[in-house]
């Protein structure tokens, strides 16, 4: 069982940043696949980003290429989701996932486990 707690989510105006972590329970946190996805009032639950588990490999959404960067720190068991150059479109809540699948994969049903997500709110 892995558990997932993400923080560092908040209102930020448009252009700004913020940087996302997700804290796992897990000794066996390196095996996993560690993905972000964020679901908007009304919409579905979307992919954003995708980490290895080395951290070497990332996979990214078109809608926030070039702007958010995932890494993970597998010593202290956390994957991050710094982002930057927000824009009101990106308001939603966060989850961070996590799973034994490929680290290309962007389909929710792919990851096992989940947090219970984080408030990201940009103001125009």
């Known amino acids: 069982q892995v558990q997932l707690v993400e923080s560092g989510g908040g209102l930020v105006q448009a252009g700004g940043s913020l940087r996302l972590s997700c804290a796992a329970s897990a000794r066996t946190f390196s095996n996993y696949i560690m993905g972000w996805f964020r679901q908007a009032p009304g919409k579905e639950r979307e992919f954003v980003a995708a980490i290895s588990w080395s951290g070497g490999s990332t996979y990214y959404a078109d809608s926030v290429k070039g702007r958010f960067t995932a890494s993970r720190d597998n010593a202290k068991n956390t994957v991050y989701l710094q982002m930057s150059s927000l824009k009101p479109e990106d308001t939603a809540v966060y989850y961070c996932?996590?799973?034994?699948?490929?680290?290309?994969?962007?389909?929710?049903?792919?990851?096992?486990?989940w947090g219970q997500g984080t408030q990201v709110t940009v103001s125009s």
């Open positions: 996932a996590g799973g034994l699948t490929s680290w290309r994969n962007t389909n929710p049903g792919a990851y096992n486990y």
